[in-house]
């Protein structure tokens, strides 16, 4: 399994807005409303993160024919807080956590402490990366490299299983 950037926890990774932005996302869920995926810090929006709009804009545009839409239902707001970070102690299959050392969209440290805890968990920091960069550019090749080494040590070299299914 691998995880670029993760969002773990809720709780403790969630950027924090001002308590009118925080008010404004609990009325749209409450009411059954939605609310955009991305938007300025000061806007009730799911992320809200300083330049994240500018970055989430950015891997969008590179996509190919994205269908994406800037809205997103509020209601699970009101559910159980997503934290998945919890059951990282319980994973029994590698795992490979690749970490913006300066993620202002999921902060690093609930990333990087899951990762520890995991038995067969594999830490990457990348130091100065924001949450967006890892997806276009030498961030994007950085993530890549270390993502194939990974899976060629646990799930081997394709290349390496042709030639033994053509030697048989």
């Known amino acids: 399994m691998i995880s670029q950037v993760p969002f773990l926890d809720i709780v403790t990774q969630a950027r924090r807005g001002s308590p009118i932005v925080t008010l404004r996302m609990l009325y749209a869920a409450v009411r059954g409303g939605h609310l955009p995926a991305v938007g300025q810090p000061h806007e009730a929006a799911f992320i809200n993160?300083?330049?994240?709009?500018?970055?989430?804009?950015?891997?969008?545009?590179?996509?190919?024919?994205?269908?994406?839409?800037?809205?997103?239902?509020?209601?699970?707001?009101?559910?159980?807080?997503?934290?998945?970070?919890?059951?990282?102690?319980?994973?029994?299959?590698?795992?490979?956590?690749?970490?913006?050392?300066a993620d202002r969209v999921a902060a690093p440290g609930p990333a990087i402490r899951a990762a520890r805890r995991a038995p067969h968990g594999e830490l990457r920091v990348y130091p100065g990366v924001d949450h967006f960069h890892i997806y276009d550019g030498p961030e994007h090749e950085a993530v890549i490299t270390d993502e194939?080494?990974?899976?060629?040590?646990?799930?081997?070299?394709?290349?390496?299983?042709?030639?033994?299914?053509?030697?048989?």
């Open 49 to 101: 993160a300083p330049h994240s709009e500018r970055g989430w804009r950015h891997v969008v545009a590179i996509g190919e024919d994205s269908r994406w839409r800037d809205r997103v239902s509020a209601r699970w707001l009101l559910g159980r807080p997503f934290r998945p970070v919890r059951a990282a102690r319980t994973l029994h299959c590698p795992w490979l956590v690749c970490v913006g050392g």
């Open 148 to 168: 194939i080494e990974f899976l060629r040590r646990h799930v081997g070299d394709p290349a390496t299983r042709e030639s033994r299914a053509a030697a048989r």
